[in-house]
């Protein structure tokens, strides 16, 4: 039997990958199940009691009610979001013979399914890397199941998919950049660093058509839909935000604040704390200017830069918030796999300090979160070294990006670390031509 040699490079290829593809799966399946019983078991007392599950069954579920009648909850202090999450919340309707609590679930690990499978299919096309669907496969469980009792997880996939489908179709990436905003706001960054042209002309105008279409519609499905607004503008500094671990500190040293459940996080009060509060949307703005400078200043775009781009505003955008609730790790590990599955990314090492800010994460919320809560030393120490990570990654990838974008790139911008990873071959990197599976 006579075969033609771009047969057996093929099916030698396949074979190599077939092995990766099914320890994924399974990865995959033994990691959801332990998520699945820790949330099954969410009454031990050692990973937060009832305080995981809760946001569900007693918010989610209860303006359920009020959601399917066409109301958003606008009077609810609690209710921080944009109209879009109305349909999420709803979604659980769609499974008719499960409680509300078990479809909610279900549709989060279909989504998290979905993301997992976009991820394989973009890292498994020649020169690319299936090290994004690794994070976010073994990265996902380290937030225990936390991630099953957000909503977080829609959100990521809709920024994931934004970007996946960018040079296939940069109207799609558009549509579900507008999408993933009307929910959450955060993913309209995943449309930072496209380049100046077609694409990014196609891209923005769909996004903005997309954002006007579904605004209309919810004027009219929903009273009061922009309501969220007045209540984000009315947050504080949540206890796990860097003006929050400033605030913790100096308890110790005699300042007399206190911590209170204010617009569904617990929050500082106190003397001081609008002026911390006003110096971390005055960080906001400068992290807005260096953005806007990159993208004045970027003269060479590889193809893993649109990716990049996003990871780093994002990062820039959560260290400076004055809330960085634990399910925000799930954003960031998202997009960070994103970025794996090119060869040409410059953000293989902070997605590493990602992986390890995720871990840390778990420990602040839920595990000892009542160290944190009461700003104890341990509690102190914690939020020091998981926003000490997410600090080292945002200043890295920002550094990176910058330097892989400038005038004259230089080889070496990477940073010692990639000298211990694979250097793809010269066909293989020249056949990595666009930013999307």
Wanted: aromatic share 8%; with cysteine.
């Amino acid at each position: 039997m006579n075969l033609a040699p771009h047969t057996l490079m093929t099916t030698a290829v396949n074979a190599v990958r077939r092995p990766r593809h099914l320890f994924l799966a399974a990865a995959w399946l033994a990691g959801r199940a332990l998520m699945l019983w820790l949330l099954a078991h969410n009454s031990l007392d050692v990973l937060g009691g009832g305080r995981v599950a809760g946001e569900v069954w007693r918010l989610y579920h209860r303006w359920y009610g009020g959601l399917a009648h066409g109301a958003l909850p606008a009077h609810d202090p609690l209710w921080q979001y944009p109209p879009g999450a109305g349909p999420v919340l709803l979604s659980p309707a769609l499974l008719p013979g499960l409680t509300y609590f078990q479809a909610f679930v279900v549709l989060t690990l279909a989504t998290d399914a979905a993301v997992t499978a976009a991820l394989v299919r973009a890292g498994g096309r020649p020169g690319r890397s299936l090290l994004g669907a690794a994070v976010w496969v073994g990265g996902l469980p380290l937030l225990l199941h936390l991630p099953l009792a957000r909503y977080d997880v829609q959100v990521t996939a809709l920024a994931v998919l934004a970007l996946l489908t960018l040079s296939r179709s940069p109207r799609a990436c558009g549509a579900l950049a507008a999408a993933g905003a009307l929910v959450k706001v955060w993913p309209v960054l995943v449309l930072v660093g496209l380049a100046k042209g077609r694409t990014a002309r196609s891209a923005w105008a769909w996004a903005g058509m997309t954002a006007a279409v579904a605004l209309a519609l919810f004027t009219v499905v929903f009273s009061d839909p922009f309501a969220f607004l007045l209540q984000q503008s009315g947050r504080g500094v949540q206890i796990e935000s860097f003006g929050g671990t400033v605030l913790g500190l100096a308890t110790h040293a005699g300042w007399p604040g206190t911590v209170r459940y204010r617009y569904g996080a617990m929050e500082f009060t106190g003397p001081y704390v609008s002026s911390v509060a006003d110096a971390s949307l005055a960080l906001t703005a400068v992290a807005f200017g260096l953005l806007l400078l990159w993208r004045i200043r970027a003269r060479h775009r590889a193809p893993a830069t649109p990716y990049d781009a996003a990871l780093s505003a994002v990062l820039l955008f959560t260290v400076t918030s004055r809330v960085i609730s634990p399910q925000y790790m799930v954003w960031l590990l998202g997009l960070a796999a994103v970025c794996l599955t090119s060869r040409h990314t410059a953000q293989r090492p902070v997605a590493a300090l990602i992986v390890a800010a995720t871990a840390v994460s778990s420990v602040v919320y839920p595990v000892l979160y009542h160290e944190v809560v009461t700003s104890t030393w341990t509690g102190c120490a914690l939020m020091l070294v998981r926003n000490g990570l997410l600090a080292a990654a945002a200043a890295l990838s920002f550094t990176r990006l910058w330097r892989s974008t400038g005038p004259s790139p230089s080889s070496h911008a990477a940073g010692p670390l990639e000298s211990l990873l694979p250097v793809p071959s010269r066909h293989l990197a020249t056949r990595d031509t666009s930013p999307s599976s």
